[in-house]
């Protein structure tokens, strides 16, 4: 099964990134430990610091369905979700 790359770019309220920072950040260690997360990497966009995107690759697509199930997924959910304006979660393939 090939290998899924996922970008996910998440726009925050303004006046929230102080509040959704740290939660975004949290993310990280915990997704790191997860069964087929190869990489989860966060950015802040540079002109726009309501901007922020995660660049991920996993194992496989159930892998990243797991991941996206997961009580930290919930959590933090739970915690900075009202700070969203909006998330896109594009799934691709490489092209060979």
Known sequence: MPQITVIA?????EGKVDQAKP???KLRPLTLGEKGCINYDLFQDRNDDTLFYFYENWE??????R???SDHIAAFNDAAGHCF???EIR???RVE
């Open 85 to 87: 304006e909006n998330i």
């Open 91 to 93: 799934r691709l393939s």
């Open 60 to 65: 496989s697509d159930a892998d990243l369905d």
């Open 67 to 69: 991941h996206l199930e």
């Open 9 to 13: 770019r998440i726009r925050i309220k």
């Open 23 to 25: 939660e975004l950040l």
